[in-house]
Nanobody
Framework: QVQLVESGGGLVQPGGSLRLSCAASGSLFSAYTMGWYRQVPGKQRELVAAITSGGSTNYADSVKGRFTISRDNAQKTVYLQMNSLKPEDTATYYC????????????????WGQGTQVTVSS
């Protein structure tokens, strides 16, 4: 398992941008598929973006064209660049890691971060 710490959340106006970072500790970071989820109270956690060890990416339809996931294996960090933010993007965002993309897609990754709040409001 890896330990994950998110940062970069905050308050932003509609149409603005934020970049979330997730720093990992532990070995074999480059072998992990990394994902970003979000959750609002009363709703299920949603996978918004994932990036495999080979660099292939997947996005939820709701964020395609606006969010970009990337990774820096040397820094053991994964990023989520969020542009054209909307009020409905308001949520707690969680970083996750697993060696299986399938486990991320069924919301059972082996490691979770503690979450960072993103609020989109004027």
């Amino acid at each position: 398992q890896v330990q994950l710490v998110e940062s970069g959340g905050g308050l932003v106006q509609p149409g603005g941008s934020l970049r979330l970072s997730c720093a990992a500790s532990g070995s074999l970071f480059s072998a992990y598929t990394m994902g970003w989820y979000r959750q609002v109270p009363g709703k299920q956690r949603e996978l918004v973006a994932a990036i495999t060890s080979g660099g292939s990416t997947n996005y939820a339809d709701s964020v395609k064209g606006r969010f970009t996931i990337s990774r820096d294996n040397a820094q053991k960090t994964v990023y989520l660049q969020m542009n054209s933010l909307k009020p409905e993007d308001t949520a707690t965002y969680y970083c996750a890691a697993d060696q299986s993309l399938h486990n991320l897609m069924i919301r059972t990754p082996g490691s979770w971060g503690q979450g960072t709040q993103v609020t989109v409001s004027s």
